[in-house]
């Protein structure tokens, strides 16, 4: 039966992604990135059937899949760029696979290519009963002459004269205006829906009954069909009949989603069911039942999401003098089932993972990047050997720690000083427990591990996992300091970023990401200007979009000014970007103060969940403060001198230098007058 799937994507250096992998993922072809000075290969059983569309612009290197991609990350190397829009769609099983790639190129030539875009197309036929293509578009078009052109353009607001218009800080007013639609929420449902035109025509030509819909359950029905009110007129009993069969329709298809929902999940948890004993079966039908959800990996990952947000919801209600006792009770007994069927499913995807795939080393991969080795072994229903298996660990790590870059670099001060709190807490234990043998923490560096065998098996099994989380957190915090020396480094070139202090780093970081976003080397006189008249970064569009952002009613896609964004996401920068707000006059005071409320029980929310969560966890909090105040704080001659030090330490070395050789001069000058005048005599 012919199904309707199609999912889009960004991919960008924003999340840690890049063009010549994917594309190299996608297609099965080896290719060497440029930027990063190797070379992806991905090994498939079956090799996809790739190949390129390109519009009438486009240079003749577009259709070389390496020059393309290795292009496309060089003309686009700010650190959020979006490299390519990728799309994922499902084939028609009822078509050849001659008429499903006809079908495919007519639809990607005629709502992207003739647009302008360039199509890496890669169909996929490794599972004959879900073939799926993916699409890798690029997101600038071609100049006539085949050159990149622009995405968008910078124009100035003029008055009704035609004259340029100003900030009361004396900076031209300025909007950005696109030059192509591409990146418009609307064009997905219009693509989405243009797909699902294109199959049903070709079913229809070939006298199939199948038909696929890009909407929702809901649109297609259950929502779509509304009762009519039955009154009290000569309609009536036709009305109750009317009614009668829409419920009787809904009633039908929610039987049927449910049977197909439960196909579905029945299909996603097969390799675990297989290696589940008797006693465990049993243990998982009763958490169903508690968790009111089928068990697997992803219904718990759900879950876990859903149970969050509803018991921040009740949280807030009680705070303001609801009873929610009741609710709060049954969330925190399914937060218990679900902690405890989490750790049965862990066993159980160990065991797995040791049986279908005996060459890995469990010891050496986390219950994490285990979990998603069987979610895709699901996925694709087949076990991975060779390299195609060491290809997705790798993957999958990568991932995996993409997502904790994410999360951690969005607010790295709070991360800090939580990850020292727990370092210092396995620091702690594992001291503990060698003092008992008359051992110091340093021994087990020093022994390399040997000491362990000293301990019975289970304070060696803590003294392992706290040594393990120990390398965790350490790398990690190489993540964050990495995140706040690549800023700070090249915006201060002379500062010595070693030796500075997390937290000044913190507030350092705050202002270089609100006011110097491009990473621009800032000199002394540059910090002054900054100091003494802070420019407003954004317009009073910007900042209107920025507070219906902080209240939930605008989503991150309405937003086009990436640094706007970045400023939004980024904790420290919310206040600086509020106290800019605050001196906006065109703003009401009601929205700014609907924003801060908002932003407020925010932070709240998440604070009490992982103080819950996360034992030793430290909120930290950001005052609210105007931008000229924070600059002045913050750009004291202290820090200054912290911020060039080396280079007037380069200028005191290269003047001790210069005075050195000329007084070197000097004595070889008056060394050779005293030589000439003795022969004169």
């Given at each position: 039966?012919?199904?309707?799937?199609?999912?889009?994507?960004?991919?960008?250096?924003?999340?840690?992604?890049?063009?010549?992998?994917?594309?190299?993922?996608?297609?099965?072809?080896?290719?060497?990135?440029?930027?990063?000075?190797?070379?992806?290969?991905?090994?498939?059983?079956?090799?996809?059937?790739?190949?390129?569309?390109?519009?009438?612009?486009?240079?003749?290197?577009?259709?070389?899949?390496?020059?393309?991609?290795?292009?496309?990350?060089?003309?686009?190397?700010?650190?959020?760029?979006?490299?390519?829009?990728?799309?994922?769609?499902?084939?028609?099983?009822?078509?050849?696979?001659?008429?499903?790639?006809?079908?495919?190129?007519?639809?990607?030539?005629?709502?992207?290519?003739?647009?302008?875009?360039?199509?890496?197309?890669?169909?996929?036929?490794?599972?004959?009963?879900?073939?799926?293509?993916?699409?890798?578009?690029?997101?600038?078009?071609?100049?006539?002459?085949?050159?990149?052109?622009?995405?968008?353009?910078?124009?100035?607001?003029?008055?009704?004269?035609?004259?340029?218009?100003?900030?009361?800080?004396?900076?031209?007013?300025?909007?950005?205006?696109?030059?192509?639609?591409?990146?418009?929420?609307?064009?997905?449902?219009?693509?989405?829906?243009?797909?699902?035109?294109?199959?049903?025509?070709?079913?229809?030509?070939?006298?199939?009954?199948?038909?696929?819909?890009?909407?929702?359950?809901?649109?297609?029905?259950?929502?779509?069909?509304?009762?009519?009110?039955?009154?009290?007129?000569?309609?009536?009993?036709?009305?109750?009949?009317?009614?009668?069969?829409?419920?009787?329709?809904?009633?039908?298809?929610?039987?049927?989603?449910?049977?197909?929902?439960?196909?579905?999940?029945?299909?996603?948890?097969?390799?675990?069911?297989?290696?589940?004993?008797?006693?465990?079966?049993?243990?998982?039908?009763?958490?169903?039942?508690?968790?009111?959800?089928?068990?697997?990996?992803?219904?718990?990952?759900?879950?876990?999401?859903?149970?969050?947000?509803?018991?921040?919801?009740?949280?807030?209600?009680?705070?303001?003098?609801?009873?929610?006792?009741?609710?709060?009770?049954?969330?925190?007994?399914?937060?218990?089932?679900?902690?405890?069927?989490?750790?049965?499913?862990?066993?159980?995807v160990n065991r797995t993972v040791t049986k279908l795939y005996p060459d890995v080393d469990t010891e050496l991969f986390t219950i994490a990047e285990q979990r998603e080795l069987i979610k895709e072994t699901d996925s694709e229903q087949k076990v991975f050997t060779g390299d195609e298996l060491k290809n997705r660990l790798a993957m999958i790590r990568t991932n995996i720690v993409n997502q904790q870059i994410v999360a951690l670099t969005k607010c790295p001060y709070v991360s800090w000083l939580f990850l020292e709190k727990q370092q210092h807490h396995a620091e702690d234990t594992i001291t503990n427990i060698v003092a008992q043998k008359g051992y110091k923490f340093e021994d087990i560096k020093r022994t390399k591990g040997m000491m362990l065998q000293n301990f019975d098996s289970k304070q060696q099994d803590i003294l392992k996992q706290n040594i393990k989380t120990l390398s965790i957190i350490g790398e990690t915090k190489k993540i964050v300091t990495t995140q706040y020396n690549n800023v700070l480094s090249k915006t201060f070139p002379n500062m010595d970023v070693d030796k500075t202090p997390v937290k000044e780093k913190e507030r350092l970081y705050t202002a270089v990401v609100y006011y110097n976003p491009e990473l621009k080397a800032l000199t002394r006189k540059d910090l002054e200007q900054l100091k003494n008249n802070p420019p407003m970064q954004f317009t009073t569009q910007e900042h209107e979009q920025g507070l219906a952002y902080l209240t939930g009613s605008l989503n991150a896609d309405g937003i086009k000014n990436n640094n706007l964004l970045r400023v939004l996401e980024n904790t420290g920068t919310q206040q600086l970007f509020i106290g800019e707000v605050g001196q906006d006059t065109n703003i009401p005071t009601k929205k700014l103060e609907q924003a801060k409320q908002a932003m407020q029980q925010n932070k709240q929310q998440q604070d009490n969940y992982r103080k819950e969560k996360m034992t030793g966890y430290r909120a930290v909090n950001y005052r609210e403060t105007k931008p000229s105040d924070y600059l002045n704080k913050l750009l004291s001659d202290a820090l200054m001198v912290l911020l060039y030090s080396h280079s007037q330490d380069q200028q005191q070395n290269e003047h001790d230098e210069l005075e050195y050789e000329l007084e070197k001069k000097k004595r070889q000058n008056r060394k050779k007058g005293r030589h000439s005048s003795t022969i004169h005599r």
């Amino acid at each position: 039966m012919a199904i309707f799937h199609m999912s889009f994507q960004n991919i960008s250096a924003g999340k840690m992604r890049s063009a010549v992998a994917s594309a190299s993922y996608r297609s099965g072809e080896k290719l060497f990135s440029d930027k990063e000075g190797k070379t992806y290969s991905y090994a498939r059983d079956v090799k996809p059937e790739a190949f390129i569309l390109t519009p009438k612009n486009a240079p003749d290197w577009a259709k070389d899949r390496q020059k393309l991609w290795n292009e496309v990350e060089d003309k686009d190397r700010k650190a959020n760029s979006r490299y390519a829009k990728e799309f994922n769609v499902a084939l028609p099983i009822e078509l050849s696979t001659e008429e499903q790639k006809e079908l495919l190129t007519a639809y990607v030539q005629e709502n992207f290519v003739n647009a302008g875009m360039v199509a890496d197309v890669a169909i996929h036929r490794d599972n004959t009963d879900n073939p799926h293509a993916h699409v890798m578009l690029t997101n600038r078009p071609f100049n006539p002459d085949g050159t990149w052109g622009l995405k968008a353009k910078t124009q100035y607001i003029l008055d009704e004269n035609g004259n340029k218009t100003f900030t009361k800080s004396g900076f031209p007013k300025q909007r950005k205006v696109w030059l192509v639609d591409w990146d418009k929420k609307e064009k997905i449902t219009e693509w989405r829906h243009n797909w699902a035109t294109a199959v049903n025509k070709v079913l229809e030509a070939k006298n199939l009954l199948d038909r696929i819909s890009e909407k929702s359950y809901e649109e297609q029905g259950i929502d779509e069909v509304a009762t009519q009110h039955e009154g009290i007129n000569s309609q009536k009993e036709k009305r109750q009949e009317f009614n009668q069969n829409v419920k009787q329709q809904r009633q039908a298809e929610a039987e049927v989603k449910n049977a197909n929902e439960k196909i579905y999940n029945q299909r996603r948890v097969q390799t675990l069911q297989r290696h589940y004993s008797f006693d465990e079966k049993k243990l998982v039908s009763q958490y169903s039942k508690q968790l009111k959800t089928f068990i697997s990996l992803e219904n718990l990952d759900e879950k876990k999401r859903m149970l969050f947000n509803w018991k921040n919801s009740a949280i807030i209600k009680q705070a303001i003098g609801e009873d929610m006792t009741k609710q709060l009770a049954t969330i925190t007994q399914q937060e218990k089932s679900l902690n405890e069927v989490n750790e049965l499913l862990d066993k159980v995807v160990n065991r797995t993972v040791t049986k279908l795939y005996p060459d890995v080393d469990t010891e050496l991969f986390t219950i994490a990047e285990q979990r998603e080795l069987i979610k895709e072994t699901d996925s694709e229903q087949k076990v991975f050997t060779g390299d195609e298996l060491k290809n997705r660990l790798a993957m999958i790590r990568t991932n995996i720690v993409n997502q904790q870059i994410v999360a951690l670099t969005k607010c790295p001060y709070v991360s800090w000083l939580f990850l020292e709190k727990q370092q210092h807490h396995a620091e702690d234990t594992i001291t503990n427990i060698v003092a008992q043998k008359g051992y110091k923490f340093e021994d087990i560096k020093r022994t390399k591990g040997m000491m362990l065998q000293n301990f019975d098996s289970k304070q060696q099994d803590i003294l392992k996992q706290n040594i393990k989380t120990l390398s965790i957190i350490g790398e990690t915090k190489k993540i964050v300091t990495t995140q706040y020396n690549n800023v700070l480094s090249k915006t201060f070139p002379n500062m010595d970023v070693d030796k500075t202090p997390v937290k000044e780093k913190e507030r350092l970081y705050t202002a270089v990401v609100y006011y110097n976003p491009e990473l621009k080397a800032l000199t002394r006189k540059d910090l002054e200007q900054l100091k003494n008249n802070p420019p407003m970064q954004f317009t009073t569009q910007e900042h209107e979009q920025g507070l219906a952002y902080l209240t939930g009613s605008l989503n991150a896609d309405g937003i086009k000014n990436n640094n706007l964004l970045r400023v939004l996401e980024n904790t420290g920068t919310q206040q600086l970007f509020i106290g800019e707000v605050g001196q906006d006059t065109n703003i009401p005071t009601k929205k700014l103060e609907q924003a801060k409320q908002a932003m407020q029980q925010n932070k709240q929310q998440q604070d009490n969940y992982r103080k819950e969560k996360m034992t030793g966890y430290r909120a930290v909090n950001y005052r609210e403060t105007k931008p000229s105040d924070y600059l002045n704080k913050l750009l004291s001659d202290a820090l200054m001198v912290l911020l060039y030090s080396h280079s007037q330490d380069q200028q005191q070395n290269e003047h001790d230098e210069l005075e050195y050789e000329l007084e070197k001069k000097k004595r070889q000058n008056r060394k050779k007058g005293r030589h000439s005048s003795t022969i004169h005599r």
